[in-house]
């Protein structure tokens, strides 16, 4: 049963009874905790030949003692050597203690007769030293040395900063050295702990049964609403020695109402900190399993800092279109850009009938949202370098999803600022037919969610051939929420697939947005067929065309309990986006 502790909190000034007095090392012993330990001179093996020879040589000569001082004043030495060769103070001291126990014999009588000299005497006599070495410590020196302490038992239990810290009883050891040791420092002692928090258990049994105390999920919910108030937040939660008060609370019999509130929220506080713990681990699988799929090409964090929400369980992380039943997204482009290099003056891919150039020569958007965009595609001779290939050179972002503060559920925030004009990220999901999503879209509205895009560019007679659904499969984009006042725009963006009915969603910054700022579009973003930003494109693969934007986001009423009657009544949801500007409702 070991504990590994950390020598640098240790008080180094400590002379005490010495545990590792013992004939050996047991291997369940501990390594010295404290630099002032007396095991720090490392006596044992010395001293076990010392008591050899002293036990052999209790009625032996004069000479044979003599030997023994000898041996003993070595140690002495080696010792002074060892720690404190540079310490002159203490090896006068030492030279001093040495030379007046070896005139005096335990009456007190001035001798010269060494062999008088007792095995307790020199025990007294290396004590004395050590206590006076372990004085001038050299704490520098014992602040490397790696300590082990054995635990005798755990008295109470805290937790500081989100991490389980027990306070120690350390064997052999008076219980004025009882330190609170955080888990981590507590190795080879998984029985003595399992006890302990089986003890601990109990009692919260059996302080629950008297105070008839039943924590329900709405209990959870409330005390984390009510943490701010109390100056605490989810990622700051500590208990208290509950053991302590529940003993308390018996031992006065229950008749304290204040030490019963207290208990009872240190249950709850128990009770979080585990389902905390519980859900900081999945958030970190889900955040790898992410990273992994992306490669870094966004890097994403995950973060929830507002309630106990845990990853997503029935969303799956993709990284472009996935076709649904039916439905083929060809990616054989019949026509490519002959340019040499190409640039807003070439002959190039978004030149056809007459487009503008979409891109500045730093990959940043220049055209206005509802403005259709062709990139370069696999026929064309340029590289992925060419200034017309940007959203296929994907996202080169920093962000993180965060558990919104307001009811918005998860959010979608940058951890590196945002010129105005690049490219955020694409939206995807699954590309499913028209007919499909009317079917989900039933559902989804009886769920009060729905992550339906549709594809209306080639909208001809209000029917729209394909809608992506990112409910399940999708990427960053599914966790970005609406606002009035928003900081990306939709367009409509061809690369190898030249289908108008499936162009690419990409979402463009249109404004500085700044670190930790969050990042949001309008989920009702239109750009009309009569628009002035429409432009009629030619591709000379297909007859000509209208393209025009009318980007529906089809997000589907959510009932909240907070929403006034008339709000439910018009089926509406409430806009939670804050802005001055805000419509009030998202549909
Ligand atoms: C596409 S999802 C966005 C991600 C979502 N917050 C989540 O947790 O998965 C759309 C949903 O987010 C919420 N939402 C997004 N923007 C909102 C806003 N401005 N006000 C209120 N709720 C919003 C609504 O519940 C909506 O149904």
């Given at each position: 049963m070991f504990g590994i502790t950390d020598a640098h909190a240790e008080d180094s000034t400590r002379g005490e009874e010495n545990p590792v007095y013992k004939s050996k090392m047991s291997s369940t012993y501990t390594q010295e905790k404290r630099p002032a330990s007396p095991g720090l001179a490392q006596p044992t093996t010395k001293h076990q030949k010392l008591d050899q020879k002293f036990n052999s040589s209790r009625a032996s000569s004069y000479n044979d003692s003599n030997v023994h001082f000898k041996q003993s004043q070595e140690i002495i030495n080696n010792e002074r050597n060892f720690n404190y060769s540079d310490n002159q103070e203490i090896n006068v001291e030492n030279t001093r203690l040495c030379k007046s126990y070896t005139n005096t014999n335990i009456e007190g009588h001035q001798t010269d007769n060494i062999g008088n000299i007792r095995l307790k005497e020199l025990r007294i006599i290396l004590?004395?030293?050590?206590?006076?070495?372990?004085?001038?410590?050299?704490?520098?020196?014992?602040?490397?040395?790696?300590?082990?302490?054995?635990?005798?038992?755990?008295?109470?239990?805290?937790?500081?900063?989100?991490?389980?810290?027990?306070?120690?009883?350390?064997?052999?050891?008076?219980?004025?050295?009882?330190?609170?040791?955080?888990?981590?420092?507590?190795?080879?002692?998984?029985?003595?702990?399992?006890?302990?928090?089986?003890?601990?258990?109990?009692?919260?049994?059996?302080?629950?049964?008297?105070?008839?105390?039943?924590?329900?999920?709405?209990?959870?919910?409330?005390?984390?609403?009510?943490?701010?108030?109390?100056?605490?937040?989810?990622?700051?939660?500590?208990?208290?020695?509950?053991?302590?008060?529940?003993?308390?609370?018996?031992?006065?019999?229950?008749?304290?109402?204040?030490?019963?509130?207290?208990?009872?929220?240190?249950?709850?506080?128990?009770?979080?900190?585990?389902?905390?713990?519980?859900?900081?681990?999945?958030?970190?699988?889900?955040?790898?399993?992410?990273?992994?799929?992306?490669?870094?090409?966004?890097?994403?964090?995950?973060?929830?800092?507002?309630?106990?929400?845990?990853?997503?369980?029935?969303?799956?992380?993709?990284?472009?279109?996935?076709?649904?039943?039916?439905?083929?997204?060809?990616?054989?482009?019949?026509?490519?850009?002959?340019?040499?290099?190409?640039?807003?003056?070439?002959?190039?891919?978004?030149?056809?009938?007459?487009?503008?150039?979409?891109?500045?020569?730093?990959?940043?958007?220049?055209?206005?949202?509802?403005?259709?965009?062709?990139?370069?595609?696999?026929?064309?001779?340029?590289?992925?370098?060419?200034?017309?290939?940007?959203?296929?050179?994907?996202?080169?972002?920093?962000?993180?999803?965060?558990?919104?503060?307001?009811?918005?559920?998860?959010?979608?925030?940058?951890?590196?600022?945002?010129?105005?004009?690049?490219?955020?990220?694409?939206?995807?999901?699954?590309?499913?037919?028209?007919?499909?999503?009317?079917?989900?879209?039933?559902?989804?509205?009886?769920?009060?969610?729905?992550?339906?895009?549709?594809?209306?560019?080639?909208?001809?007679?209000?029917?729209?051939?394909?809608?992506?659904?990112?409910?399940?499969?999708?990427?960053?984009?599914?966790f970005i929420n609406h606002s009035c006042d928003p900081n990306l725009a939709v367009y409509g963006v061809w690369i190898d697939c030249l289908d108008p009915n499936l162009p690419k969603l990409a979402l463009f910054a249109t404004r500085d947005i700044k670190q930790n700022e969050e990042i949001t579009f309008d989920y009702m973003c239109q750009s009309s067929k009569n628009s002035e930003n429409s432009i009629k494109q030619n591709m000379s693969m297909k007859d000509n065309f209208d393209i025009y934007m009318n980007i529906k986001f089809q997000e589907k009423l959510e009932l909240r309990p907070d929403t006034p009657e008339s709000d439910l009544s018009n089926n509406k949801t409430l806009c939670k986006c804050g802005a001055q500007n805000c419509r009030r409702y998202l549909f």
């Amino acid at each position: 049963m070991f504990g590994i502790t950390d020598a640098h909190a240790e008080d180094s000034t400590r002379g005490e009874e010495n545990p590792v007095y013992k004939s050996k090392m047991s291997s369940t012993y501990t390594q010295e905790k404290r630099p002032a330990s007396p095991g720090l001179a490392q006596p044992t093996t010395k001293h076990q030949k010392l008591d050899q020879k002293f036990n052999s040589s209790r009625a032996s000569s004069y000479n044979d003692s003599n030997v023994h001082f000898k041996q003993s004043q070595e140690i002495i030495n080696n010792e002074r050597n060892f720690n404190y060769s540079d310490n002159q103070e203490i090896n006068v001291e030492n030279t001093r203690l040495c030379k007046s126990y070896t005139n005096t014999n335990i009456e007190g009588h001035q001798t010269d007769n060494i062999g008088n000299i007792r095995l307790k005497e020199l025990r007294i006599i290396l004590e004395d030293i050590k206590h006076i070495n372990i004085k001038y410590d050299n704490k520098k020196r014992m602040k490397k040395l790696p300590t082990l302490w054995e635990v005798e038992k755990i008295l109470a239990k805290k937790v500081v900063r989100g991490v389980p810290t027990y306070l120690i009883k350390w064997k052999n050891w008076n219980s004025e050295y009882n330190t609170w040791e955080p888990i981590s420092n507590l190795v080879n002692c998984a029985d003595i702990l399992e006890k302990f928090e089986k003890n601990i258990l109990q009692l919260i049994n059996r302080f629950k049964k008297k105070a008839k105390f039943y924590p329900t999920d709405s209990d959870i919910e409330k005390f984390i609403n009510s943490l701010n108030r109390r100056g605490e937040t989810l990622t700051s939660l500590e208990i208290n020695t509950i053991d302590i008060n529940i003993r308390k609370y018996f031992r006065q019999r229950g008749m304290n109402n204040k030490l019963g509130q207290i208990i009872k929220r240190d249950i709850l506080r128990t009770l979080i900190i585990d389902l905390r713990k519980k859900q900081l681990q999945s958030l970190k699988e889900w955040e790898t399993e992410i990273n992994i799929i992306t490669k870094d090409k966004p890097i994403i964090q995950v973060e929830n800092v507002v309630d106990l929400e845990s990853a997503p369980q029935d969303f799956y992380y993709i990284e472009d279109y996935l076709p649904g039943n039916g439905v083929i997204i060809p990616d054989d482009p019949p026509i490519g850009c002959e340019c040499k290099t190409c640039n807003s003056k070439t002959n190039c891919c978004f030149a056809h009938d007459n487009g503008s150039c979409p891109y500045t020569l730093t990959y940043k958007v220049r055209v206005p949202p509802g403005t259709p965009i062709y990139e370069c595609n696999k026929r064309c001779n340029c590289d992925i370098n060419c200034f017309n290939r940007v959203v296929q050179r994907g996202s080169e972002m920093k962000f993180c999803i965060f558990r919104t503060a307001n009811g918005r559920g998860w959010g979608v925030k940058t951890l590196k600022s945002i010129k105005k004009g690049c490219f955020v990220t694409q939206y995807v999901g699954e590309v499913i037919t028209n007919e499909e999503a009317e079917k989900r879209g039933k559902e989804y509205d009886a769920a009060g969610r729905t992550y339906l895009f549709d594809l209306d560019y080639n909208e001809i007679e209000g029917e729209c051939p394909y809608t992506v659904d990112a409910a399940v499969y999708g990427n960053i984009s599914h966790f970005i929420n609406h606002s009035c006042d928003p900081n990306l725009a939709v367009y409509g963006v061809w690369i190898d697939c030249l289908d108008p009915n499936l162009p690419k969603l990409a979402l463009f910054a249109t404004r500085d947005i700044k670190q930790n700022e969050e990042i949001t579009f309008d989920y009702m973003c239109q750009s009309s067929k009569n628009s002035e930003n429409s432009i009629k494109q030619n591709m000379s693969m297909k007859d000509n065309f209208d393209i025009y934007m009318n980007i529906k986001f089809q997000e589907k009423l959510e009932l909240r309990p907070d929403t006034p009657e008339s709000d439910l009544s018009n089926n509406k949801t409430l806009c939670k986006c804050g802005a001055q500007n805000c419509r009030r409702y998202l549909f």
